[in-house]
């Protein structure tokens, strides 16, 4: 086997439409799986990880649709290989293959393979395509070449199923587990800002299911870049009884700016008799759902944005502040006040905050708690944000989905200085 690697730099008048990159090809006996794993994804994932033409970019795995070409079974699969490489890179950001962000519109690069059989050999190309520029990208990427056999030979002979993407009627999301169906929420309704043009900004949750849509806003408001002056939006989510043992799950989202909605599809679980509790020993409850903290805004003065947070119990106060992320207060400016807690956030330009009050049933505050110390404290002097982590995001909504741990809260955007709250 024959493997070369080009690091090809490439940058300046002379050579403008040669994109500095990675070029990666191996000939021989291996398997495109083994090229991919061993040298395709490292090289491409530098390139575009650290590379001033991608840097900060979003990218998504897949490439578009295009006349005379046809995806394959094995360009699937090898795009599903890249992208579990390509989500472990520091300063990537990836939007999932089988939606591209939005349709395509938010993905500035598109990364994907071209299978080609021929009587002299088999070619896998990887190549990364520019959705602004409409335009192949040279200079990085790459390809295999060989004779393809077993499973991958039948695979590039099997044209790619149609991608329904997650949430989609032929692609319910499980009502069991909250974490990818507030997630899947969150990803249509950033979508439908964008298409309305209207400017995003924190999100608190007024529905009956609030559960998901509790999670939904935390999700929405931690990830989205907000403006110094934003509108404050309110969701409301709602599930309708459709047929084939489906719920359709209705997101509106309204503001003094306008208003956005978006909906998906979760299955809904053939209900099942309950067996009785054996007579030997009573049967397990799970602990009463807890009430909900009370939130209200608090005047502070310029550069100071106050929360009162009634009453003052085991519930966990987080905050989602302009430009910077989703923070613990643990260690902030507090004091008690008729058995309320009132928490201080003094920071030079701070125009707004968004608190969130969660309290968990007995059995889930420690696990609750663990989940605020893993948030940097944004009072020490720890402005570095995890927040927007997916993985703590969905340990958060699996805590909340748990019948053991029923978790309840509330939400509040304030204003600095004076300005009020909106819910």
Known sequence: MKNLLILAVCWVAGCASQSPGALSWETGTGSPERWLEANLAADVAEVLSTHPRFRGETLAVGLPA????????LDRQLEE?????????????????????CGGRQAAYRIGFVTRLG??????????????????????????????????????????????PPGSADRPLDAADPAPVADALAGALECALTAASLPPGPVT???????????TAI?????LAAPDDPPAWVLAVERVPV??????????????EGAVSAS??????????????????????ADPVPDAPRLAAVDCGPDCVGVRL????DAVLLAVLAGRGLFSLEGCETQESQGAQVVLLRERGVSWASFYGITAAVAGRGALRQLEADLPRFCDGQRDSRGADPAWLDDLAHLASNPRTPVAWDGIRVLAPAGGARR
């Open 310 to 313: 009634a009453p003052a119990t």
């Open 264 to 285: 998906i599809y979760l299955t809904r679980a053939a209900a099942e008799p309950k067996p009785a509790p054996p007579t030997f020993a009573p049967a397990p409850t």
């Open 205 to 215: 949750a007024q529905s009956p299911d609030e559960r998901i849509a509790g999670l």
């Open 81 to 101: 290989q890249l992208e579990a490489r390509l989500l472990g890179t520091p300063g990537l950001r990836v939007l999932p293959p089988d939606t591209g962000g």
């Open 243 to 256: 047929a084939g043992r489906r719920d359709l799950v209705v997101a509106r989202m309204n503001s003094a």
């Open 119 to 164: 009587d002299g050999g088999d070619r896998v190309e990887a190549r990364v395509w520019d959705a602004v520029e409409g335009e192949w990208v040279t200079g990085v990427g790459g390809h295999w070449q060989g004779r393809l056999a077993g499973r991958a030979a039948r695979a590039a002979r099997t044209p790619a199923p149609a991608a329904a």
């Open 219 to 223: 999700r929405l408001s931690a990830r």
């Open 66 to 73: 295009s006349p005379g070409f046809t995806a394959t079974s």
